[in-house]
């Protein structure tokens, strides 16, 4: 029994260094990119798409607005290698020991108004309420981008969230007599979600995808019209 447990545990262990060094572990850069006016449609499907090759669900997906936003993404660490949200192996350790989501929000800003800080225009997903909205669900923005097609600033943003559990109260007799408290005041009893840090690594990569895939979609609309379809 415990030699496969330790086979497992080996195998995870593997993979997740496998899949650290074939999925472009650490990224350089901002996790931000100009976005043309022409081709802010595609862009922004490329980005919904890109989120969905990751697996997160969304949960806003507002063109007019510019705003993509997720819900939570949880991750067992070396416990799910197929997971590909780490960068770094010491994210990985950290997931495995600790019950962690991650929460994406993607904005696209006019390029005249946005600010030189990132997380000034992407939001503070860390200050959201918790129920599923990052703070641009409450955010207005001023330009409607379907309407008024401009050159815009997008900007990924990733926050990594840890899940406590408190109130349990472990039997010194037999562990299937272990009890709990719960606090009625709290939204989700058992348990709270924390904002502990952003994830500038993710966000980057998403940001390159995201730069890719448009790119692809501009070159195969490119030969379509060349080709007069």
Not at 11 to 39: H, I, K, N, Q, Y
Not at 49 to 59: G, I, K, M, N, P
Not at 112 to 125: E, H, R
Request: overall charge negative.
């Amino acid at each position: 029994m415990l030699r496969s447990v330790l086979n497992i545990v080996i195998a995870c262990l593997l993979a997740s260094v496998v899949t650290c060094m074939l999925g472009g572990c650490s990224s350089s850069g901002r996790p931000e990119f100009r976005v043309a006016s022409d081709d802010y449609a595609l862009t922004f499907e490329a980005a919904r798409d890109v989120l969905a090759d990751y697996r997160f669900t969304l949960s806003r997906v507002d063109a007019r607005s510019g705003v993509i936003t997720t819900t939570a993404k949880t991750t067992g660490g070396l416990f799910t290698p197929w997971d590909t949200e780490q960068s770094k192996f010491s994210q990985e350790w950290e997931d495995t020991l600790n019950k962690q989501q991650r929460r994406v929000e993607i904005t696209f800003t006019p390029a005249a108004t946005a600010s030189a800080d990132p997380a000034a225009d992407a939001g503070v997903i860390a200050d959201a309420r918790r129920n599923e909205i990052a703070i641009s669900g409450v955010r207005p923005l001023a330009a409607d981008l379907i309407e008024s097609p401009q050159e815009t600033v997008a900007r990924v943003v990733v926050v990594v969230e840890r899940i406590h559990t408190y109130g349990v109260r472990p039997n010194t007799r037999s562990v299937y007599l272990t009890t709990g408290t719960t606090d009625p005041t709290l939204p989700f009893p058992g348990s709270f979600e924390e904002a502990i840090s952003d994830d500038p690594p993710l966000a980057e990569r998403l940001a390159r995808k995201i730069e890719q895939r448009a790119a692809e979609m501009m070159r195969k609309r490119a030969v379509a019209a060349a080709e007069g379809k």
